[in-house]
C-alpha cells in the first residue's frame, strides 16, 4: 500500500537532518530556511522483530520486509497559507500525504539560526497549525459560495454540505481548531472527506532534543510544553535527537545495538518514529511464509481476507477462495506449521473475515 507521511516544521527545526537518517537517501541539510525546495521522498522499512523470528523458523531463501515512505516537505513560515516563504509549495505538497509529521525544535544552539529569533516549540507548532487552519478555511469558504448557489435553488444534497460547511466554518474560524477536532457525525464526515482538508490530516509531534538531552528528554520543560499541547487534541509525541539518529542510521547490527546500549537507549528514535507514524494512518502487517520467502505485508486495519489478499496482488483478491491463517504467537509456540495444524491452530477463513496484526497467511485463489 503506497501511503506517506509528510516531514514538516518551521525552517531549521531539523526536519532535513532527521529526514537524511530515516531514509539514508541525502536530502539536503544546511544552515539556513527553504534549503529543501522539492519535497523529498524515501522509502524506509519497518522495523519488525517478528519478521526476523519467521525467517529463524522457515529458514526461506530471501526475506522481505514491508515498507512506509516519508516525504520531506519545505520549511514553512508565518503567512504561508497567504504565499510567504515557500507557502504555495508546502501547501500544494502537503495535500498529497496521508498523515502530517510535525518536528517542533526543542534544543538551543547559538550556531544553528531559529527563523523566529528564539527556541519556543509552542509558537512553533502554533505557527504551522495555524497556517493549516487558515489554508482550510479558505477551501471551505470557497466551497460554500458555490454550495449556496445550489442551497438557493433547494438542491438537497447542497443543503446537507451548507450544514457540514457552516460547522467547519465555526470551528475553523472561532475556535482555530484543526478540522479533526470538529465533532461531526458519519454522514457529516463523509461530506467533510470531500474537501480534503489539511487539518483533517492525522497528526505526530516529533521533539526534536540535543546530543545531550536524549537520555532524559523529561528534564526539557519543551519536550513537557509539546507533550502537553500534544495531549489536548490526543495526538502521539517521540522524542529524539535527529543529530544521533544520522549518526545510528550508518550503523547496522552488533554495532548499532552497541551505541544504542551505551546510550542507555532500547530502540532508536527513528524506529519509534517510523512505526508511530505507520500506526498513525491505522496500517498494520501479515505475513506470509513459504520456503521460497517470508515476507511482510502491510494493510489497512479492518480490511477482510480478501481485501488484504489483494495487496499481493489484484488476481488473489478476484479469485479469492479461502486464507489458510494462523497467529504469529500460535505458529511461534509450536515451532512449526505442522505442529500449528495438529494443534487446531491453522483455520481456514472465508470472505468475511477481518485480518489482524500478525496473521501469518497462505491464500488460496483462483482465476
Known amino acids: 500500500m503506497s501511503l506517506t507521511a509528510g516531514i514538516v516544521g518551521l525552517p531549521n527545526v531539523g526536519k532535513s537532518t532527521l529526514f537524511n537518517a530515516i531514509t539514508q537517501a541525502g536530502a539536503e541539510s544546511a544552515n539556513y530556511p527553504f534549503c529543501t525546495i522539492d519535497p523529498n521522498v524515501g522509502i524506509v522499512e519497518v522495523p519488525d522483530a517478528r519478521l526476523e523470528k519467521l525467517t529463524e523458523l522457515v529458514n526461506p531463501k530471501k526475506t522481505v520486509p514491508t515498507a512506509f515512505e516519508f516525504t520531506d516537505i519545505a520549511g514553512i513560515v508565518k503567512g ?62 470557497k466551497r ?54 489539511l487539518t483533517t490530516k492525522p497528526m505526530l509531534y516529533v521533539a526534536n532534543v540535543g546530543e545531550d538531552e536524549i537520555q532524559n528528554p523529561e528534564e526539557n520543560e519543551n519536550v513537557q510544553k509539546v507533550r502537553d499541547y500534544a495531549a489536548k487534541e490526543g495526538s502521539q509525541v517521540i522524542v529524539v535527537c535527529a543529530k544521533i539518529e544520522s549518526e545510528i542510521a550508518e550503523l547496522e547490527g552488533e554495532e548499532k545495538q552497541e551505541f544504542l546500549d551505551d546510550l542507555g537507549i532500547a530502540e532508536s528514535g527513528l524506529d ?17 511464509a513459504g520456503e521460497q520467502e517470508v515476507r511482510a505485508w502491510t ?30 504467537d500460535d505458529l511461534m509456540n509450536a515451532g512449526s506449521m505442522s505442529v500449528a495444524k495438529e494443534q487446531g491452530n491453522v483455520r481456514l477463513e472465508g470472505k468475511e473475515y477481518i485480518v489482524r496484526d500478525g496473521d501469518v497467511i497462505h491464500f488460496r485463489f483462483n482465476v
Open 80 to 141: 504561508a497559507s497567504k504565499g510567504e516563504g515557500l507557502g504555495n509549495q508546502f501547501l500544494s505538497h502537503i495535500r498529497q500525504v496521508d498523515a502530517i509529521t510535525q518536528v517542533v525544535r526543542c534544543f538551543a544552539d547559538d550556531n544553528i539560526t531559529h527563523v523566529s529569533g528564539s527556541v519556543d516549540p509552542i509558537s512553533d507548532i502554533e505557527t504551522i497549525n495555524f497556517e493549516l487552519i487558515l489554508a482550510d478555511l479558505e477551501t471551505v469558504n
Open 299 to 328: 494493510f489497512k486495519q479492518g480490511m477482510t481476507a480478501p481485501q488484504a489478499a489483494g495487496v499481493i496482488h489484484s488476481d488473489f483478491e478476484r479469485g479469492f477462495i479461502r486464507a489458510e491463517t494462523v497467529a504469529y
Open 272 to 288: 519509534q518514529l517510523i512505526k508511530a507514524s505507520y500506526n498513525l494512518l491505522g496500517l498494520a502487517t501479515y505475513f506470509t
Open 144 to 197: 460554500l459560495d458555490r454550495v449556496q448557489k445550489l442551497v438557493r435553488q433547494k438542491d438537497k444534497e447542497a443543503m446537507a454540505e451548507q450544514e457540514v460547511l457552516v460547522k467547519l466554518k465555526q470551528g475553523l474560524e472561532e475556535q482555530e481548531l484543526p478540522a479533526r477536532a470538529i465533532e461531526l457525525n458519519d454522514d457529516e464526515t463523509k461530506i467533510a472527506k470531500g474537501l480534503h482538508l
